[in-house]
């Protein structure tokens, strides 16, 4: 049960019911789609890039309360970053929701994405929370295909 | 007082069903998951074994374990009899003519692949058709299109209603002379609804055509009779009955079976060998080809035999009385929609939960020791056809009860609470 709440955090729900940045973003500069064909979660994301600093982002779809949140916490953390940083980020939740790193110890570096520490204890879930992750990386790529949790 | 005892459920065998002592034989139905007493509810995934299929596959590698067919050894002899017994015993079990067409496989997707190969695609040519319905599974879409790819043949759909039932006047229009094959699922895994299946392989005979049906879901809840289906092909697998995994049966009528080429070469299914001329054994073992999963094989056997003692009537009478519970129970839950009403039903039950996503479902509930399936089950245009991502889905055994019924419905409201 602990280890539920701890997936289920209070802000996870929040993003889930409220997601910030939900929308098209009429002047992206960059877009990619992100599937995860086992559980049909679904996002488009879009970033509007200058001078290598993302200045505004935005995504939209459907799927799981943890691919959304994440998806939403996401969307909240990028702006002003650039490219490197923006990765740099990426790999940091990755090894977070790997739990190949502890929450307290990072927390300078990754601020409020410890709140998805929990997903550590579930290894079915990873996916969900990886997804808007992976397709922000083919997005600042500008790749065109679509980004699936499966290859 | 009348209406109580209208509720009880007519048993048709001798022996009465006990579903706790059916429960005392599933040694993991004891287990615990997450602290909690497991409620196994994923059995369209796959079932779980009594004691007696683990002890038959313990009893094959600790004291018959030997290669089948050429030995002249005694526990050769013992290992053929295990896994040729067997087959008898599947033959009884399907009621089919002849033992020599139960033909061992790895499962339905290998029975379906080799009918596909070494029938279908030697007797299809471009512009032809091929016909199966809008709630198969993959492994009934799949080797059709590969088939189609190869030969230029195409793939058409029987649509289905708002019920997930068949629409039969469609499915009837759409054999055309130009339609050479027919593959049906009997029931559907993701919605549970059970076809007419002897209805619709008339409809086809009428035209010529012949069937296959994918059993997977039937075996270990109603009673199965090839002959009287009159189906062409059969084909299931042993762990959705309560057998091992990796072993399944495929049925074919000898007139087909004969005239049908090998699916893969190799030992057994050859009667001699020369680098000028290869002679292919008789029917089964022409199409098992190299040592198969002889423990499997025979451990499906037991399967069987622990079928037919407990009675597949009894199985199904239960299971309805069961699935008549859960559906009331499931349906009494706010924001709970159910996909799938069709009238003749299978104990599947795939639903949608107001704003909750199946995966934070399936998540949730486990935390209380209930497993589910949670996403497409393998059937991507059923969810197409119902405009949704994913369900969740509890599918539901002979050894499940009603206690478990309420300790889904237990967490399936922990769920909601935490998505208030």
């Known amino acids: 049960m602990s280890e539920l709440k701890s997936l289920y955090q209070e802000i996870i729900l929040d993003h889930n019911k409220n997601p910030r940045n939900f929308k098209k973003l009429e002047n992206a500069n960059r877009h990619a789609e992100g599937y995860n064909p086992l559980c049909g979660d679904h996002y488009n994301i879009y970033l509007r890039v200058e001078d290598d600093i993302i200045q505004e982002v935005a995504f939209e779809g459907a799927g799981c309360a943890i691919s959304k949140a994440s998806a939403s916490v996401m969307s909240s953390l990028l702006k002003g970053k650039t490219k490197e940083e923006a990765e740099e980020l990426g790999k940091l939740f990755h090894k977070l929701v790997m739990g190949e790193s502890d929450p307290i110890e990072e927390l300078d570096r990754i601020g409020k994405l410890a709140v998805f520490s929990g997903v550590s204890e579930f290894p079915a879930r990873v996916k969900c929370a990886s997804l808007a992750w992976h397709t922000l990386r083919a997005a600042l790529e500008n790749k065109e295909h679509v980004v699936s949790t499966e290859k | ?420």
Not at chain 2, 155 to 167: F, M, S, T
Not at chain 2, 237 to 243: A, E, I, L, Q, V
């Open chain 2, 1 to 420: 007082m009348k209406a109580a005892v209208e509720t009880l459920t007519p048993l048709r065998s001798k022996d009465p069903f006990d579903v706790w002592s059916i429960r005392s034989d599933f040694p993991i139905l004891n287990r615990k998951v997450n602290g909690k007493p497991l409620v196994y509810l994923d059995n369209a995934a796959t079932t779980q074994k009594p004691m007696c299929v683990v002890d038959s596959l313990r009893r094959y590698y600790l004291e018959d374990n030997s290669n089948i067919h050429r030995g002249v050894h005694y526990l050769s002899q013992k290992a053929t009899e295990g896994y040729e017994n067997s087959r008898k015993n599947l033959c009884g079990f399907i009621n089919a003519q002849q033992t020599q067409e139960i033909i061992f496989v790895r499962g339905t997707t290998e029975g379906i692949n080799l009918v596909a190969n070494s029938f279908v695609k030697k007797r299809i040519n471009a512009g032809e058709e091929i016909l199966i319905t809008g709630m198969e599974h993959h492994s009934n879409i799949v080797p059709w299109q590969i088939v189609c790819q190869e030969t230029g043949a195409i793939l058409r759909v029987a649509p289905i209603n708002d019920k997930g039932e068949i629409i039969l006047e469609e499915y009837e229009k759409m054999l055309s002379p130009k339609v050479k094959f027919v593959s049906l699922v009997h029931i559907s895994n993701s919605l549970g609804t059970v076809n007419p299946v002897k209805q619709m392989i008339e409809m086809a005979h009428a035209h010529d055509i012949p069937v296959l049906i994918d059993g997977a879901q039937t075996v270990s809840h109603m009673k199965l009779d090839v002959q009287d289906l009159n189906c062409d092909f059969y084909v299931f697998s042993g762990h959705k009955m309560f057998g091992p995994t990796g072993i399944g049966v495929l049925y074919g009528k000898s007139e087909y079976l004969e005239n049908m080429s090998p699916y893969q070469g190799g030992g057994d299914m050859i009667k001699s060998v020369t680098f000028e001329k290869t002679i292919y054994n008789d029917l089964p073992y022409k199409f098992e080809a190299g040592t198969p999963n002889i423990a499997g094989a025979t451990a499906l056997g037991a399967a069987s035999d622990y079928i037919n003692k407990i009675g597949i009537d009894n199985i199904y009478a239960y299971e309805q009385d069961l699935l008549a519970y859960a559906t009331q129970a499931l349906l009494s839950v706010d924001g709970l929609r159910m996909i799938g009403a069709a009238k003749n039903k299978s104990a599947v039950i795939s639903f949608m939960l107001e704003d909750v996503h199946p995966h934070d479902i399936g998540t949730i509930i486990d935390s209380e020791g209930v497993a589910i399936r949670t996403g497409h089950h393998c059937t991507q245009p059923v969810m197409q056809r119902f405009g949704i991502p994913a369900t969740a889905r509890a599918s539901f055994a002979m050894y499940n009860t009603k206690d478990e019924v309420d300790a889904l419905i237990r967490s399936i409201e922990k769920a909601k609470k935490i998505f208030r």
